[in-house]
């Protein structure tokens, strides 16, 4: 069994998990009671983090644990859960790299964070070019077509 802490909160005006649009999204994490301002600090010197949350309106009856269409798209091939990024996930993880626009105090505000307001933060982490990945990058065509209008 695993046990996880939310660090902090979602806050954002976007209140339903739609799928398109993301980067015009401003919104902030709120650490936790726990966490003092010293928790961010030095994070103002990354241009991007790793947001990982939780998929917490996600239904957990709706899990998938096989194959299904993207997006319920027919038109793109089924593709097992985790050769996609969807909610309906068996642990309902999700994680964003997205843009640091400021610190303050406890609060960490960002921009495309793919989260809807009340988002349950699990973690946070600077996106450090070192860990991008190394060699060519390749993916099948659906994939750019279902990230058209993400951003």
Same mark, same amino acid.
């Given at each position: 069994?695993? #046990?996880? =802490?939310?660090?902090?909160?979602?806050?954002?005006?976007?209140?339903?998990?739609?799928?398109?649009?993301? !980067?015009?999204?401003?919104?902030?994490?709120?650490?936790? *009671?726990? /966490?003092?301002?010293?928790?961010?600090?030095?994070?103002?010197?990354?241009? =991007?983090?790793?947001?990982? /949350?939780? /998929?917490?309106?996600?239904?957990?009856?709706?899990?998938?644990?096989?194959?299904?269409?993207?997006?319920?798209?027919?038109?793109?091939?089924?593709? &097992?859960?985790?050769?996609?990024? &969807?909610?309906?996930?068996?642990?309902?993880?999700? *994680? #964003?790299?997205?843009?640091?626009?400021?610190? !303050?105090? #406890?609060?960490?505000?960002?921009?495309?964070?793919?989260?809807?307001?009340? #988002?349950?933060?699990?973690?946070?982490?600077?996106?450090?070019?070192? /860990?991008?990945?190394?060699?060519?990058? =390749?993916?099948?065509?659906?994939? &750019?077509?279902?990230?058209? *209008?993400?951003?």
């Amino acid at each position: 069994m695993i #046990t996880l =802490h939310p660090i902090g909160i979602v806050r954002g005006s976007r209140h339903a998990a739609e799928d398109d649009a993301w !980067d015009a999204e401003v919104a902030h994490v709120e650490l936790d *009671s726990r /966490f003092g301002p010293d928790a961010l600090l030095g994070l103002d010197g990354f241009s =991007h983090v790793e947001v990982i /949350f939780h /998929f917490h309106r996600a239904d957990p009856a709706r899990a998938e644990h096989g194959a299904r269409h993207p997006r319920g798209n027919s038109a793109w091939p089924r593709v &097992g859960i985790f050769a996609q990024r &969807g909610k309906d996930r068996p642990n309902h993880l999700g *994680s #964003t790299i997205c843009r640091v626009l400021r610190l !303050d105090g #406890t609060r960490l505000h960002l921009a495309g964070l793919d989260a809807i307001d009340g #988002t349950p933060v699990l973690d946070i982490k600077p996106w450090m070019q070192g /860990f991008a990945p190394r060699g060519a990058v =390749h993916e099948p065509a659906w994939a &750019g077509a279902l990230m058209e *209008s993400y951003w």
